[in-house]
């Protein structure tokens, strides 16, 4: 008897016992039941209806009210945030939106029942506090990616306009406050804090949307990159400081009484830098790989959060600020930083933050601006913000030197407000420093400042638009080289894509450019790690270009669009052939928690579509990810997709002939034996050369200028030893397609394969 008999046999009859045991046990207890006096309640029609009111129970119970609210929140939240994404809008523009969506004005309004049993009013308490642990981690993000040493490079020039920035919005602020104090402050609520919220308000800066624009639009390494992040940096710690200040106003009552909480501030501060800093620095010099950092170690730091958001709220400058302090003085190795902030970035900005952008929706209650008047203050209030923070960074970049066109292309930036702009409100709202009309009056202008940025600097780059550069001159000029785009997704991938680019380009020299290039999603790397992690991606390639001695150009692309941004480097560069290779599929994860973003492998909502439509096939089970099925489809030259088997050189290649588009392939082959000295063997499987005598010609004239370098044979099956045998097979996308089909048994043996689309 085998071992699985063994363990069929032994699970039965243990299933079999235990159940006649339990059987017994129940039945025995009936008789314990009549002494203690249980009854049954009689009727059959109890049973179903006993099921429907406990399911009713567990729907309104607290945790399951809470659990909807968040599959709700976060599903919203993505969809929104794909499509402001794909009109050119910051992801957080979309997120917001859909916090004022699901929140009175819309929802609220419209659906007041499926409103209230969603969002309870008892239930709301559970989504703040939960929406705070989601700040906190947050600004704790926000601390750790800000990097101080930018300061140091452009300290003069960034110092000026970053308070210029502040200064002038802030002043005009107070003018405005001024203007609308009497209306609109709230009982009780005196003039200074009233004003002082409201002229913190025009002066927030969004530092992280600000470096995501950046990073997309292509100039975080250029001088203009390099001076708005360190504006924004000087800004946020600035404006970070002054809230603080401010809110030590606001609770203490007074100026002269909030001096006392602004002094215990400095000396928390102090101890944090002095004391605090120089702790944390050695446990990191110790700890800083994924191998040493323990739980114990993660929890240090995390207690240390805790503690300092807990000791600035209780001194009275906020939580949030504490978070903020505990991530500036995280150890300045940039490895260690990465690593905290990939462990705490998912949860936070996917799974919490969306709650704090429902919950300020629920606050924003668009409908209370009813009158003409209303609409007009609030216009009154998005044009000071736009003039003081767009003009006056504007006028104070101009000031120290900068071209008109740079100059307002920072005004531009430091305008943005997004998410700071909304924890500012939030903790004026919370203060009852602003009334619900101003509150959504405020957020409406955080909207607006934000989703104007884009448009923005289209604007003043269409204003400022000159002739070809030079870059593209010298492009226009080598168009007559033979150019391979190698789009590669991890380093070891891109190097095997060289070494296959290589064979076609080997002998060619100055005829010809290899150009790599790795376009990433915004949401996954940090600004201030932008140089390590492209000279991290992009050195294996360079090894392996030393090697063997391949001149290669590297681009690296921050985008919110990969497919699409890739494909345009594609056709602008007019390139003859793009190489990719492949990952697994995403479909090996689970679906639902790829669409929510829980998993690292998220689905793109473009794809979705396509499968809804019946463009993609739901089931497809190619080797062909999403990405790659997408690349293919959009770009208008030729793609080559690789499938590696440890490729290292083309020495003996197969092309198995099926019809035309195999037959078009013979121009590779030449390319193969003109620069790899590659030996061409062509699989003539259907006999298709018998009846399109010009193919044979074609071969017979390679086969003049390069004697001995390819063959034709006619078989019909190929065997494991002749694959073997092979380095690289060359063949169409439309016959890799039927191999696929019919399940042909090549499939498993076939050596490195390139399957060109054009």
Sequence with gaps: MNKSTRNAIFYIVTILLCSVMMYFIVMKAEE??????????????????????????????????????????????????????????????????AGIFLGPSFIGMYFPEFFNDLFPKESLGNLEFISQIGLILFMYVIGMELDLKVLKKNAQDAIVISHASIIIPFTLGLALAGLIYMEFAPEGINFLSFALFIGISMSITAFPVLARIVQERGISKTRLGSIVITCAAADDITAWCLLAAVIAIVKAGSFISSIYVILLALVYVIAMIRFVRPFLKRIADVHSTKATLTKPIIGIFFLVLIISSYLSEIIGIHALFGAFLAGTIMPENLKFRN????????????????????????????????????????????LVAVVGKFVGSAI??????????????????????????????????????????????????????????????????????????????VEISNSQKYKILIDFQTPEKGAELLRIANSFVKNQDDNSLVTAIHVMKSIEVQHFNLEEKEKEIFEPIIEVSEELNQDVTTMFKISTDIVHDTVDVAQKGDYDLMLMGVRNSIYSGSLLGNILGFTTKIIDPDILIEQVTGRENMFDHSVFNERTKQLLNKSNIPVGVVLDKNFTKAEKVFLPLFGNKDADLLKYAQRLISNSEAQIIIVDVNGYTKSHSEVKEIIRSIENIAPNHISLSYKQSLDEDFLNQMDLMLISMESWKNLVDSKSIWIANVPTTLIISE
Aim: glycine fraction near 6%; aromatic fraction near 10%.
């Design 32 to 97: 314990l039941e009549t002494a203690k006096h249980v009854m049954h309640v009689a009727g059959e029609n109890n049973y179903f209806k006993d099921f429907l009111n406990s399911i009713v129970h567990n729907i309104s119970h607290p945790l399951a009210i809470l659990l909807a609210q968040i599959v709700t929140i976060i599903f919203t939240a993505r969809v929104f945030g794909w499509i402001f994404n794909k009109i050119g809008q910051p992801t957080v523009i979309g997120e917001i939106i």
């Design 396 to 473: 104070a970049a101009r000031f120290v030197g900068q071209k008109w066109k740079d100059s307002l292309t920072i005004g531009a930036l430091m305008n943005t407000r997004g998410l700071m702009e909304l924890v500012v409100l939030n903790i004026g709202y919370d203060l009852g420093v602003l009334t619900p009309e101003v509150f959504a009056m405020m957020v409406i202008m955080a909207l607006v400042t934000t989703f104007m940025t884009g448009p923005a600097l289209d604007i003043i780059n269409w204003i400022f638009r000159k002739q070809k550069t030079e870059d593209e001159l």
């Design 339 to 382: 690593l905290f902030i990939e462990k705490i970035e998912d949860v936070s900005l996917v799974l919490l933050l969306p709650l704090f952008f429902v919950f300020t929706g629920l606050r924003t209650q668009i409908g209370l601006l009813d009158s003409p008047h209303l609409w007009k203050t609030a216009g009154l209030i998005i």
